[in-house]
């Protein structure tokens, strides 16, 4: 007798009780401004599942992130295993398509497509960061196209300062009566259950203040202005790098100042880099330093990106950059002839944190707090990096060798081989 064998359902998914409340609010339009590890791209996918699901045949629902590859990063994965027990066929990779049993049609892309989206007749939405997002993704492209077939949006994001979602969620807010148009919620990281008061903790003590009231408590009054808007712990921050001991030569960006004198330690990938340390030395000289980076590299080959201000200095008759050059050190200096001005260097290093394809080309270990605190704290004030925040040196340190290895041509003046020496 033949054993008839049946194929397993995927289970119910679970949602917390703030999920659950704005999951069965009736609203059409659903404005949720939360914390980091709420909990919000799983939400989306059961909320974007859900509607498709109700719609039927022939209707689309898209999940929007920033941009496609974070869109793909983000929520893949999980469609896939969220709509096994309903769809038909396979997962269509190049498109990020699903369609389902019924006819329906999930969809992941990303928001700088945003003339793509024009046109487009949407029966659900689910803007996933999109206070990342231009306002003219909603207002121009996406929301025309809800108004056709009287179809649903979910906005779901950490904040960015005082920006459009700011002003979308306070709409929202004077409007949030179950049965009416729209309706917003605030969640704090704690409040979505997936952090560990003992890892809320210690986030607050690692983060600057303002950062931490942004990304674990959802708060619109912190970090406005961050000079490395593209930078994201959850994607840069990671131990899977090259490991030191594998690679023969390092890079290295380095700040010139007495406390303190600061390095960037950095692999070069060919298409990006690796900041695998740093080292931060407190009422030192440049000679501390340089005897510094050679001890604990000994059998490295090391090339320095320092200050070009170091060909000026005096150090006891000589200059900082005849120090470096000494020969026990065995370092090569590469250096313009004046420094790159500090908007190239940001725009540098922005798109190796994120280009305009959604590629992340620079990744950051852990154990280099410096330069991640830099990354999540540094502000401006007056158009400039705030140098008194003393968030600045790693700044620079790193500013210099992403010019010298991956400048952008055509905005960058000091840069070519004529101003190297």
């Given at each position: 007798?033949?054993?008839?064998?049946?194929?397993?359902?995927?289970?119910?998914?679970?949602?917390?009780?703030?999920?659950?409340?704005?999951f069965?609010?009736?609203?059409?339009?659903?404005?949720?401004?939360?914390?980091?590890?709420?909990?919000?791209?799983?939400?989306?996918?059961?909320?974007?599942?859900?509607?498709?699901?109700?719609?039927?045949?022939?209707?689309?629902?898209?999940?929007?992130?920033?941009?496609?590859?974070?869109?793909?990063?983000?929520?893949?994965?999980?469609?896939?295993?969220?709509?096994?027990?309903?769809?038909?066929?396979?997962?269509?990779?190049?498109?990020?398509?699903?369609?389902?049993?019924n006819?329906?049609?999930?969809?992941?892309?990303?928001?700088?497509?945003?003339?793509?989206?024009?046109?487009?007749?949407?029966?659900?939405?689910?803007?996933?960061?999109?206070?990342?997002?231009?306002?003219?993704v909603?207002?121009?492209?996406?929301?025309?196209?809800?108004g056709?077939?009287?179809?649903?949006?979910?906005?779901?994001?950490?904040?960015?300062?005082?920006?459009?979602?700011?002003?979308?969620?306070?709409?929202?807010?004077?409007?949030?009566?179950?049965?009416?148009?729209w309706s917003?919620?605030?969640?704090?990281?704690?409040?979505g259950?997936?952090?560990?008061?003992?890892?809320?903790?210690?986030?607050?003590?690692?983060?600057?203040?303002?950062?931490?009231?942004?990304?674990?408590?959802?708060?619109?009054?912190?970090v406005?202005?961050?000079?490395?808007?593209?930078?994201?712990?959850?994607?840069h921050?990671?131990?899977?790098?090259?490991q030191?001991?594998?690679?023969?030569?390092?890079?290295?960006?380095?700040?010139?100042?007495?406390?303190?004198?600061?390095?960037?330690?950095?692999?070069?990938?060919?298409?990006?880099?690796?900041?695998?340390?740093?080292?931060?030395?407190?009422?030192?000289?440049?000679?501390?330093?340089?005897?510094?980076?050679?001890?604990?590299?000994?059998?490295?080959?090391?090339?320095?990106?320092?200050?070009?201000?170091?060909?000026?200095?005096?150090?006891?008759?000589?200059?900082?950059?005849?120090?470096?050059?000494?020969?026990?050190?065995?370092?090569?200096?590469?250096?313009?002839n004046?420094?790159?001005?500090?908007?190239?260097?940001?725009?540098?290093?922005?798109?190796?944190?994120?280009?305009?394809?959604?590629?992340?080309?620079?990744?950051?270990?852990?154990?280099?707090?410096?330069?991640?605190?830099?990354?999540?704290?540094?502000?401006?004030?007056?158009?400039?990096?705030?140098?008194?925040?003393g968030?600045?040196?790693?700044?620079?340190?790193?500013?210099?060798?992403?010019?010298?290895?991956?400048?952008?041509?055509?905005?960058?003046?000091?840069?070519?081989?004529?101003?190297?020496?």
């Open positions: 007798m033949a054993t008839i064998t049946r194929q397993k359902q995927a289970p119910k998914p679970k949602l917390t009780g703030p999920q659950s409340r704005i069965t609010d009736p609203a059409r339009y659903k404005v949720v401004i939360c914390g980091r590890r709420f909990g919000k791209t799983y939400l989306s996918l059961v909320w974007l599942i859900t509607r498709a699901l109700k719609g039927g045949n022939g209707t689309k629902h898209y999940y929007i992130g920033r941009d496609r590859g974070h869109a793909k990063r983000l929520a893949w994965d999980d469609l896939i295993k969220l709509t096994a027990p309903y769809r038909r066929g396979k997962p269509h990779g190049t498109d990020l398509a699903i369609r389902l049993k006819g329906a049609i999930i969809q992941l892309i990303g928001a700088e497509n945003e003339d793509g989206l024009v046109g487009e007749t949407l029966h659900s939405v689910v803007l996933d960061e999109f206070a990342m997002m231009k306002p003219t909603w207002f121009r492209s996406i929301e025309p196209t809800l056709t077939t009287n179809g649903h949006a979910l906005f779901i994001s950490t904040p960015r300062g005082y920006n459009w979602a700011k002003e979308l969620f306070d709409q929202a807010k004077q409007d949030c009566f179950p049965w009416n148009e917003s919620y605030h969640y704090t990281s704690a409040q259950t997936l952090l560990t008061a003992e890892k809320i903790k210690a986030a607050q003590m690692a983060n600057p203040p303002s950062l931490f009231k942004q990304e674990y408590l959802a708060s619109f009054e912190a406005e202005g961050r000079v490395y808007s593209n930078f994201d712990r959850w994607e921050i990671t131990s899977n790098v090259t030191i001991g594998e690679i023969k030569d390092l890079h290295i960006g380095m700040d010139f100042n007495v406390d303190p004198m600061s390095a960037v330690v950095v692999h070069d990938t060919g298409t990006g880099v690796e900041i695998l340390d740093e080292i931060v030395l407190h009422d030192a000289d440049v000679r501390k330093l340089a005897d510094a980076i050679r001890e604990k590299y000994p059998n490295h080959n090391i090339t320095l990106y320092p200050d070009a201000s170091g060909k000026n200095r005096n150090h006891v008759g000589t200059t900082t950059f005849s120090i470096l050059k000494e020969a026990q050190y065995k370092f090569k200096l590469v250096h313009p004046k420094n790159p001005a500090v908007i190239d260097r940001v725009h540098e290093v922005q798109r190796l944190l994120l280009n305009a394809d959604g590629e992340i080309n620079l990744r950051v270990h852990p154990r280099c707090q410096e330069m991640v605190k830099t990354f999540d704290g540094l502000t401006y004030k007056n158009n400039e990096p705030d140098k008194k925040s968030l600045d040196h790693m700044h620079d340190a790193l500013g210099y060798l992403v010019h010298a290895l991956y400048p952008i041509k055509g905005i960058t003046k000091s840069y070519g081989a004529k101003g190297y020496q």
